[in-house]
């Protein structure tokens, strides 16, 4: 795999798990996760988005906030997840947060889990429901510029990397369960939480902050083969030996 939507080719869609969202109970199958990735890109590109252009994206984890990370991979769109991130082109928030937004002229707001209260801003599942699963037409390359962090931007190639070490450092598998304790905000979790689980087959199980743990399922937890932790958090480990510890991941360097 050399950029990010060859993750997405369409015979990688199964009924197995491919993220799971512990704090909000949700489950999406590889089948449709990829489909709705495409569907994702589809909306972006219907709002302006196209090669270059900044997606700013909620960092709370839920589905619509990676896949639209993925959807903005599919178009060459760089994704954040700073919602004050400067002259996005799109701007994906919770609906809680819809009222927090002036944009600018260019900018187009989308929320999510629920209809805004303004007709200017866009429903995203709805138009995500009703968008075209075709997939989008992609030009990415290694090192085409995908997301940016506090101090850094990152590239296909740089995330596929990190991924490629915590699937070597854990021996992950298709099948296992992979945990993620870390927050979107880091690119270190979209790397080493959901592209390194995705890219073998895996289930990526995200938990979010430590109020998130606390009113999460911990037998869930307890079952996962592997974990992706903070050591300067004060997150539990739940008795999982197969630990990567983010501290390690080459996008440190």
Do not use: C
């Amino acid at each position: 795999m050399e950029t990010l939507p060859d993750l997405l080719a369409r015979e990688r869609r199964s009924p197995t798990a491919a993220v799971r969202f512990l704090a909000t109970d949700r489950e999406m199958s590889y089948r449709d996760f990829i489909t709705t990735a495409y569907k994702s890109a589809n909306v972006l590109r219907y709002l302006g988005v196209s090669e270059g252009a900044t997606v700013a994206i909620d960092p709370r984890p839920a589905p619509e906030a990676l896949l639209a990370f993925f959807g903005a991979a599919q178009l060459s769109a760089v994704a954040t997840f700073d919602l004050a991130s400067s002259s996005p082109r799109v701007v994906l928030s919770h609906v809680d947060r819809e009222a927090d937004f002036d944009v600018e002229p260019g900018t187009r707001l989308a929320v999510y889990n629920g209809p805004p209260t303004d007709s200017a801003t866009t429903h995203w599942e709805a138009e995500v429901w009703s968008e075209n699963p075709a997939t989008p037409p992609s030009d990415a390359t290694p090192d085409t510029p995908v997301l940016v962090g506090e101090d850094s931007t990152y590239t296909h190639g740089a995330l596929l990397s990190a991924a490629s070490d915590v699937v070597d450092t854990l021996e992950l598998t298709a099948d296992e369960t992979l945990a993620v304790l870390t927050p979107f905000s880091d690119p270190r979790t979209i790397a080493a939480g959901a592209i390194a689980a995705l890219s073998v087959g895996a289930t990526a199980v995200f938990v979010g902050d430590r109020q998130a743990v606390d009113d999460v399922d911990r037998a869930t937890l307890e079952r996962s083969d592997a974990i992706i932790a903070d050591p300067n958090s004060d997150h539990p480990t739940f008795g999982i030996d197969r630990a990567y510890d983010i501290s390690d991941s080459p996008l440190n360097s």
